[in-house]
């Protein structure tokens, strides 16, 4: 199976070594998706993007016993951060997102997200790709054989480069050089749509460039 779709309530799926289970937590229409990483001993949590409703999203984490660190934004399109105001001061974590896209937010973030950047949640760990191309402060996020894709990446495209935020060249750059560096074996996560895997986009790269060519 090339790729799979989500379903609500659906059971957690644990990363390649345990390092984290992962829950799909769903943000409203168009299959968008938040994704809810969990240390399975001790319920320490990050929180991928913040779409949607966020009484919805507490309540999955309540429903969870997750006690969130922290939540990382994969860019600032207002997609992204609908229920961010509401979590942000329930939950009372911080928000990272990365300098070029922190003005598009409605509130000031707590950190910023950095090209290498390491995340730690207690035993589990996220690596911080700086990806532009779809928003200048894109970032995609790496953990235990799992990408967290955000806009930069779907299954069967990469995403949309509209101007003045967008810039195909550097999409295809980010794609090409760091993503495309990935094991085939990765599975991909977006933030709309289904999960895939990097082996099943490699071979369309070179389609991809050269239909913007």
């Known amino acids: 199976m ?3 779709r989500y379903s609500r309530g659906e059971r957690a799926q ?3 070594r345990g390092m984290f289970e992962r829950h799909v937590v769903p943000g409203g229409p168009d299959e968008s998706h938040n994704y809810l990483l969990v240390c399975p001993q001790t319920r320490s ?15 999955e984490i309540q429903r969870l016993r997750a006690r969130v660190r922290m939540i990382l934004l994969t860019h600032g399109h207002p997609d992204r951060w609908e229920a961010l105001g509401r979590l942000r001061d329930t939950l009372g974590v911080p928000v990272g997102i990365h300098l070029e896209d922190a003005e598009m937010l409605p509130l000031t973030p707590n950190f910023a997200l950095s090209h290498n950047q390491r995340i730690a949640f207690d035993a589990a760990e ?18 235990d054989g799992n990408l967290f894709s955000g806009d930069v990446l779907h299954a069967g ?15 295809m750059r980010s794609l090409r050089q760091e993503l495309f560096t990935l094991p085939n074996t990765t599975s991909v996560y977006p933030a709309h749509g289904n999960s895939t895997t990097i082996g099943v986009e490699r071979p369309s790269l070179e389609t991809w460039e050269m239909g913007r060519a």
């Open 126 to 143: 996220l690596h911080v790709f700086h990806t532009p191309g779809h928003t200048p402060g894109s970032v995609c996020l790496f953990g």
């Open 157 to 171: 495209a990469p995403g949309e480069t509209t101007p003045p935020l967008g810039n195909f060249a550097l999409m």
């Open 2 to 4: 090339l790729f799979r």
């Open 14 to 16: 644990t990363s390649s």
């Open 45 to 59: 949590a990050v929180l991928i993007d913040a779409a949607g409703d966020a009484a919805a999203i507490l309540r």
